[in-house]
């Protein structure tokens, strides 16, 4: 079975053959090791040309890649944590999302900026985070983040080939050895996909879900485990929605889905404030004639993520939490 990291790869490699203007920037991307994950691995041996070895400059490496866009190539940045984001934030947040503006819808920006982001592996507060919300309202910058449901794969590669605007392509780091699920392969799961593109999972034979999970990345894979313990320990069943496009926001699939259930609970790793779900849960509100009974989100504290794996366990959510939470909105406690 392909794993999220196999899935990537493959699709790095089917975008270089198919267009000779992608080419891969950033540190530690050369074979033998092919990034700190190895998600480009093989691509330097295969085009040598194509895939440059950067310093350790995040914002030289976005803005030389902003630079190859403008002149026409189709650049694919690794950046090797995304918590090193925040040093190209000016480029990608002043620059690269604004150029289309600023010269009057004369210039186009094909490129893709792929980074790993989360905690649960113990290294540390600076190397474990989830920031991508930090980029979810800045405009001209599509963010996308690949689950272990679908085509992780052709996610990708669609964003490299075919999108003329930046993308921030978040890939959370316990996803890459996780197995590709498909409609085939969840035995104990109705899989459903929709624009956006989205997922649906509801559980087979189940009755009719009271709660919608809406999540992304490895939430969605936390959620999907939640999901079983939910219906065989405590009669709770759920549909879980997962958004692979986090930005613009396209929320029609968690309204539809909260719609039928009455209730919704977000759940994201980054941090809880201001976060993702508090911003789903605000349009939700602003929905007309969308009436939920309850609500809630679920996020990480909003603490530095620790080393210690029982600290670091404590901060970010996990399955126990999701289970809690949903047992609160369904008044099965």
Known sequence: MTTVLEALNQALHQAFAADERVCLLGEDV???????????????????DRVLTTPISEAGIVGAAAGMA?????PVVEIMFGDFLTLAADQIINHLSKFQWMYN??????MVIRTPMGGRRGYGPTHSQTLEKHFLGVPGLRVLAPAALGDPGG?????????????LFIENKLLYLAAVQTADSLSEFD?????????SLRLRGAPAPTLTLAAYGYMAELARQAMLRLAYEHEVFAELVVLTQL???????????????????????????????AEVLARLAETPRLSLRAA???A????????SGPLEEAVLPGVEQIIAAARQLTGAE
């Open 30 to 48: 050369l074979d033998p090791y092919g990034g700190a994950f190895r998600v480009s691995r093989g691509l330097s041996a295969a085009y040598p």
């Open 300 to 307: 990480a504290a909003d603490l530095p993520v620790p080393a």
């Open 296 to 298: 809630r989100r679920l």
């Open 155 to 167: 996610l990708l590669r669609e964003a490299i080939l075919h999108t003329d605007q930046p993308v």
């Open 191 to 199: 899989l459903q996909a929709s624009p956006g593109p989205a997922y």
């Open 247 to 277: 930005a613009p926001f396209d929320l029609q699939p968690v309204l539809e889905s909260a719609g039928r259930s009455g209730r919704l609970l977000t759940l994201e790793e980054g941090g809880l404030t201001l976060g993702w779900g």
């Open 70 to 74: 403008l002149r026409g190539l189709r």
């Open 105 to 110: 819808d004369q210039v186009r920006l094909p």
